[in-house]
C-alpha cells in the first residue's frame, strides 16, 4: 500500500460525495470520486480503498463488488448506502465488502473505518495481537490447508483461495488454534481490533462466506465448526 492512501469513492449525490472525499483528504488520504459504475472502473485501478454507494444511476453497486473480488489484489471495499435492512448488510459481506456503513453517517467514524480497513491490509499487520499465522501457527505438514501470512494467501488441496481481506484473516486466526473454540468477541478483537463494535450477525456472515469458499475447494462443511452459543473453532487434523 502507498504512503498516502489512495481512496476512490463511488458516490452520485454530489454533496455526500464531496464530504467523504473532503474527511479523506483532510485525514492525509488521496480520494478521488465517480458517480457512476463506468467511471468507478476506469479509476480503480491503483487504488487501496473504495467507499462504494449500491445504489448507482447506472446499475448496482454489488456488481463492481463482484467484478473487484474477482481480482487477485482487488481494492478494500466499505458499502456506504441508505439501505439499513440487516439483509442489504449481510448481501453486501458475503459479497466480499470489507465493512458497511449506512446513511446517515458521521464522516469522522467513516474515516476511522477506513483506516481499520487499510491496516488490515497492510502488509505484516497483526492488529490486536496479531491475525496472521507464523510459520510455526500453519497446519501441520500434510494437511490440505496452507496459508502464507507473508504473501496473504491461502489455499486447499492446492486450490487457491480467493478471500477478501477479513475472510484471510479468519480463517489464519482459527488454523493458529486449530481445535480451539474462539468466541465472537474474540474474532472481532483479533480480527477488527479492540472497541470495535459488530453484530453476531456479521461475524457469522464473513464465516459463511469463508465456509463456502473452502467448499468450493473440496473443504468438508465440518472444517469450520460452530459452537452453539459459543463461537467457531477450526477442525483438529485427523
Known amino acids: 500500500m502507498a504512503l498516502q492512501p489512495k481512496v476512490l469513492v ?15 483528504e483532510r485525514d492525509g488520504m488521496a480520494a478521488v470520486r465517480a458517480g457512476t459504475l463506468e467511471a468507478a472502473r476506469k479509476a480503480a485501478d491503483g487504488v487501496d480503498l473504495v467507499i ?23 481494492p478494500a471495499v466499505i458499502v456506504l448506502t441508505s439501505r439499513d435492512e440487516e439483509v442489504d448488510c449481510v448481501a453486501s459481506l458475503e459479497a466480499g465488502a470489507d465493512d458497511y456503513v449506512t446513511k446517515p453517517f458521521s464522516p ?7 483506516r481499520a480497513v487499510l491496516r ?5 499487520s497483526s492488529r490486536g495481537g496479531g491475525a496472521g499465522a507464523s510459520a510455526a501457527e500453519r497446519p501441520p505438514e500434510g494437511v490440505a490447508l496452507a496459508i502464507d501470512p507473508e504473501r496473504r494467501a ?18 489464519a486466526v482459527l488454523a493458529a488454534n486449530a481445535g480451539r473454540v474462539h468466541t465472537r468477541e474474540q474474532l472481532v478483537s483479533r480480527i477488527w481490533g479492540n472497541g470495535y463494535s459488530l453484530t453476531e450477525r456479521t461475524v457469522d456472515s464473513h464465516v459463511k462466506a469463508l465456509r463456502r469458499k ?16 459459543v463461537g467457531f473453532k477450526l477442525s483438529e487434523p485427523s
Open 10 to 24: 463511488v458516490e452520485d449525490d454530489g454533496g455526500i460525495a464531496d464530504a467523504v472525499v473532503y474527511a479523506m
Open 52 to 74: 462504494l454507494d449500491l445504489g448507482l444511476p447506472d446499475g448496482s453497486g454489488f456488481t463492481l463488488l463482484g467484478e473487484w473480488r474477482l481480482r487477485a489484489h482487488g
Open 108 to 114: 469522522r467514524a467513516l474515516v476511522a473505518r477506513a
Open 120 to 124: 488490515r491490509g497492510a502488509p505484516g
Open 154 to 171: 491461502a489455499s486447499y488441496g492446492g486450490h487457491d483461495l480467493a478471500l477478501t481481506k477479513i475472510e484471510f484473516d479468519l480463517l
Open 214 to 229: 473452502l467448499g468450493e475447494a473440496g473443504a468438508s462443511s465440518a472444517l469450520i465448526v460452530a459452537v452453539r452459543g
